[in-house]
């Protein structure tokens, strides 16, 4: 698991698939609290940079549903072959 979590450093996409509805952000500086959007269980999306906030590490995410943006929990998706 620590290996696709290290992957989503890279450049190259990582496809994946989420295993529970996963809280979305639209910026670096969303509150926990406040989910710009949520990707249902079941998406097929792309892991790709990491960016960083104030305090937290996201991921940007884009989804085969249309969904793009950032996410915090990137380990409750499972990888996928391509």
Known sequence: MAFFLLGACHSQEIKVKAL????????????????DFVIPKG???FLGNEKYGKTDRFVEI???NGLTGLIIE?????????
Request: hydrophobic share 30%; net charge negative.
């Open 20 to 35: 529970r509805d996963i809280h979305g952000y639209n910026s670096t500086d969303a509150a926990y609290s406040l989910v």
């Open 43 to 45: 998406s097929i999306c």
């Open 62 to 64: 884009r989804c085969e």
């Open 74 to 82: 990137d380990e409750a998706f499972m990888p996928l072959d391509e």
